[in-house]
């Protein structure tokens, strides 16, 4: 069985890199959302399965937002990490990056914050290792992730926002 040791963020760190296609883009030429949410999917769950070193699951798509429009031709890097774990659930941050063919600057153009759950063989979830934040981004994304945990609860039903104190904090 894989040892729960605690483990850095940076250790799950999952970068990847691609270009944007012609039959990836909606009819502006830029790259299709749907697209772009599934290559965040594949970034998020190889960092979950990374931390975990165990089979992932999506359970929730808690946050995405689309910044910028991401022209065709572009190269996009995609920079994902464990930002906290719970019991079983992990919280995952994908910050999407487009490349300036020129100066090489990358410009941030989206992110996205999904929930994994790692199973067993037979879909079963198991513990997963605490994460350690070690950089002030990963500290405050730790921070956070309680709260944003709770919203999805509540979201999908899972908890009576009586029971979100962490979350009820934000408006008192
Ligand atoms: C995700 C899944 C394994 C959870 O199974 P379950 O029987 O509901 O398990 P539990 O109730 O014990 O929840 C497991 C963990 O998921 C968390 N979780 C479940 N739904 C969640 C949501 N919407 N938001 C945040 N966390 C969620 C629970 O809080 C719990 O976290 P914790 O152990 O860290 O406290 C199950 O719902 C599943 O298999 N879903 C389909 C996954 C899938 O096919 N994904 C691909 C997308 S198509």
Known sequence: ?????????KESLTLLSDIVMPGE???????????LLARMDRACSIA???????????ASVNHVAF?????VGSVVTLEAKVT?????SLEVFVDVWNEERKTGNKI????????FVAVDETGKPIVVPEIIPETDLEKERFEGALRRKQLS??????M??????????LFD
């Open 67 to 71: 910044v910028k429009p991401i022209p």
């Open 48 to 58: 979950a399965r990374r931390h975990s070193r165990s089979i992932v699951v999506t």
């Open 25 to 35: 883009t909606n009819p502006l030429n830029s790259l299709f959302g749907g697209e």
């Open 153 to 158: 609860l509540v979201l999908s039903q899972r």
């Open 84 to 88: 906290r774990t719970f019991n079983t």
């Open 108 to 115: 941030k153009v989206s992110e996205g914050i999904y929930t």
């Open 1 to 9: 069985m894989e040892s729960l040791q605690p483990k850095t963020a």
């Open 160 to 169: 009576h926002p009586q029971e979100a104190n962490e979350l009820k904090k």
